[in-house]
Nanobody, 131 residues
Framework: QVELEESGGGSVQTGGSLRLSCTASGAIFCKHAMNWYRQAPGREPKTGAFVARIEVGGTSTYADFVKDRFTISQDNAKSTVYLQMNNLKPEDSAIYYC??????????????????????WGQGTPVTVSS
């Protein structure tokens, strides 16, 4: 079992900044990537909007609506991913969820295979941006 704990959410005014953190713990094997999604309160996180992703090797991907404003980074030694959010807008208000993608170990080839075969979600951290 893998647990994810997010932190760093809060309330800011338009143009402000926040830094979200997400730390994974537990049976973290064959880690492939960590992601941030966002969703309106009360709705299913898995149907939320993709925000950013960073793979173990460092490759990052962003949603168009956050490019040049948000930066994702990681500390693999701490199994922690960060999301630096700058120039926040009211439309960025949401619950931000962390998701970790894992592969599975294949003993026949002594390697991790099927990246993303397993995923775990955090409980979310709220972000409110006021105008």
């Amino acid at each position: 079992q893998v647990e994810l704990e997010e932190s760093g959410g809060g309330s800011v005014q338009t143009g402000g900044s926040l830094r979200l953190s997400c730390t994974a713990s537990g049976a973290i094997f064959c880690k492939h990537a960590m992601n941030w999604y966002r969703q309106a309160p009360g709705r299913e996180p898995k149907t939320g909007a993709f925000v950013a992703r960073i793979e173990v090797g460092g490759t990052s991907t962003y949603a168009d609506f956050v490019k040049d404003r948000f930066t994702i980074s990681q500390d693999n030694a701490k199994s922690t991913v960060y999301l630096q959010m700058n120039n926040l807008k009211p439309e960025d208000s949401a619950i931000y969820y962390c998701k970790i993608d894992l592969g599975v170990w294949n003993s026949d080839v002594n390697d991790c295979v099927r990246p993303g075969a397993l995923s775990y979600w955090g409980q979310g951290t709220p972000v409110t941006v006021s105008s």
